[in-house]
């Protein structure tokens, strides 16, 4: 009777696992698109300067630091205003996001430090492969402080991309940031 319950057990999982979703894959048989967006982020890896321009007259210069990590599996962005001191224990409180492939979906978990929450967002690849869209999945820690709603990454060149940030206030009303990015040399 153990035996019997084994292999039903063991077929089942086997005929879920078979049930479960594929990874969504290119016609022409490449990487999976989340996989090829993925990619293309990590491309940006390294050390970046320039302007984020958030409203009317209102610019601040930035880092922004892009590292691959976890063996290839994640990417760690993390942004300061330009001037700041690098040493990571003096306490400011700026945001990082991690970036990462899980299934068949890129997702970006932004750890807000004006929130003080952890939207998800889902990324996808433009067909020309020059941006990368995240759109807002779910928010863990709540929405009382507002929230990231979107980001977008634009390509320009090998040295230069853009970045551009929504926020979505406890009133509903987006605010926008665009962030020129060049590479330090």
Known sequence: MKAISFVICALTLCVSTIALPQSVHKP????????????????????WKGQAAMGP??????RVSLRVTSGGAAMLH????????????????????ML???GD????THYCDTGKNR?????KLSPDGKTVKFDILDVSGGTTNG???????TFLGADHHTEDWAAMSPAGKLSEAHIDLI???
């Open 183 to 185: 590479r330090a040399k």
């Open 78 to 97: 993390e942004m300061v205003p330009d001037g700041r001191s690098t040493d990571p224990c003096n306490g400011d409180d700026d945001p990082i996001t």
């Open 100 to 102: 990462y492939v899980n």
């Open 105 to 108: 979906r890129l997702i970006l």
């Open 57 to 62: 007259g209102m610019n601040a210069p930035v």
């Open 147 to 153: 929230y990231m709603h979107h980001a977008v990454f």
């Open 119 to 123: 939207p998800r967002m889902v990324g």
């Open 28 to 47: 022409d048989g490449q990487k999976p698109v989340a996989q090829e967006a993925f990619a293309r982020l990590k491309t940006l890896a390294g050390n």
